[in-house]
């Protein structure tokens, strides 16, 4: 049943990110409290010193994070709209090979959600994700600022 639900989601982000999807970014395993997403480095998403696009790590970055925020929105029941208002990265090795880009921090995301229902005004985070390649080397570090608010009912 996962393997489907992250076929699914794979598939969908065709249509909904198909710049992502066409360099090869895929989530590699979802649940409620995380989310892996994996790119390899391939002809299609190289810069010219043969490594991983930053640009293209950024998608993945950013997708581990932003996937589960959406994720939890959804399963919310409140009408949310979520922002991402910053980010920022550090770029430490060669990135080439299969690079993995993970959030764990899902139980942020929880309160996160509770204090802008119960409050009624915007929250921020800022979510990290680690670019680790196979040998287990951190090759790039990236930090989103994302804004939520709920959603006047008119």
Not at 16 to 41: M, T, Y
Not at 67 to 72: A, P
Not at 78 to 92: D, E, N, W
Not at 127 to 140: F, L, M, Y
Request: with cysteine; proline share 2%.
């Amino acid at each position: 049943m996962k393997k489907i639900k992250l076929r699914i989601k794979n598939t969908l982000s065709f249509f909904i990110l198909p710049a992502a999807w066409i360099c090869g970014v895929r989530v590699d395993s979802s649940d409620e409290d995380s989310c892996v997403v994996r790119v390899k480095h391939r002809w299609i998403n190289q810069n010219p010193f043969k490594s991983l696009f930053w640009a293209v790590q950024g998608m993945a970055a950013e997708m581990a994070g932003g996937l589960l925020l959406m994720d939890k929105i959804n399963r919310s029941g409140h009408s949310i709209a979520m922002l991402l208002v910053g980010s920022s990265s550090i770029f430490t090795k060669k990135a080439t090979g299969k690079i993995l880009f993970t959030y764990d921090m899902g139980k942020a995301l929880d309160q996160l959600i509770l204090d802008a229902v119960t409050t009624k005004l915007p929250q921020t985070i800022t979510i990290k994700t680690n670019g680790v390649n196979q040998q287990g080397d951190v090759v790039s570090e990236f930090s989103f600022q994302w804004s939520i608010k709920l959603r006047s009912r008119s």
